[in-house]
């Protein structure tokens, strides 16, 4: 309660200097319409930039976490059980993309090699030869013909970065299962490859399952980075809007709500099953 009061009380003190010293005045009733228009032509309610950009941040994240998990499970199980030189390839991979600044991956990533692999690739000619259904189905699972290079950009720049960070808790989970498992697994007869994909592997998972689930919490606040490649997810909407209307703390208020929503609801949703998981 005294957080939630001094919240408030900072909020408060916060609006009021701001319309005593800047003479700011407020426009909220301006920001409904930025989520949803109402289309003149059909007469039904349409996306707008906020919505949109939104949305896009959260598949964005998605697909991140989910190759960036794939790549980091990889990683993360070549560093605890893997050669010497897959061992050494693992901790190069981690130890290079963790002390680059995630902002400068993105960026040389989308210049300098992306630039290279996906106009070689030619996805945006190939989604533009397909039929209006299949372009609608890529468009909401991840973007349209005109953006679907810079979007695959984005989140395999995003997805090396957070995958060292989950190889790191993948392998960490599996070092961390006693040898005890080991040995009882080659007393009943299982080999090495079975006792690992049958045995240790799913404990490991189970270790890790909460560790990785924050990560994905990490993965959408890292994702405000991509703005800077013209990917139209919430940060970068959010910049176009305050261009184009000038309500700077009203548009930057409503983003900071909008993550703020969605990063913590994920938090307490995991924070409620680890608990509830821990008491089995």
């Not at 919490?217 to 991509?226: E, F, G, H, Y």
């Amino acid at each position: 309660m005294a957080v939630v009061l001094l919240l408030v009380a900072g909020i408060s003190f916060f609006f009021s200097r701001m319309g005593s010293l800047l003479a700011y005045q407020w426009e909220w009733n301006r920001i409904p319409g930025y989520f949803m228009f109402k289309d003149p032509v059909t007469g039904g309610l349409r996306t707008n930039m906020l919505l949109s950009g939104f949305l896009t941040t959260i598949r964005l994240s998605v697909w991140a976490t989910v190759l960036g998990f794939l790549l980091g499970t990889l990683s993360g199980i070549l560093g605890a059980k893997g050669s010497f030189v897959q061992r050494f390839a693992s901790r190069l991979y981690v130890e290079t993309i963790r002390n680059i600044p995630s902002l400068v991956l993105v960026i040389l990533f989308y210049y300098f090699i992306s630039s290279q692999f996906l106009d070689a690739l030619r996805l945006d000619l190939w989604l533009r030869g397909q039929s209006d259904g299949v372009q609608r189905v890529m468009g909401f699972l991840m973007e349209g013909p005109d953006r679907i290079n810079a979007f695959v950009s984005a989140v395999v720049a995003l997805a090396i970065y957070e995958g060292a960070y989950i190889s790191e808790i993948v392998r960490g989970g599996i070092n961390g299962i006693p040898i005890g498992q080991w040995e009882a697994a080659w007393s009943v007869g299982l080999s090495r490859p079975r006792t690992f994909l049958q045995v240790i592997l799913p404990q490991a998972f189970r270790r890790v399952a909460f560790p990785l689930a924050g990560q994905f919490i990490s993965t959408i606040k890292d994702s405000a980075i991509v703005s800077v490649i013209s990917i139209q997810e919430l940060t970068f909407q959010g910049m176009e809007l305050m261009a184009a209307t000038f309500l700077t703390f009203e548009i930057w208020i409503t983003i900071t709500l909008l993550y703020f929503v969605l990063t913590f609801s994920l938090s307490r949703t995991v924070a409620i099953l680890e608990k509830r998981f821990s008491r089995q």
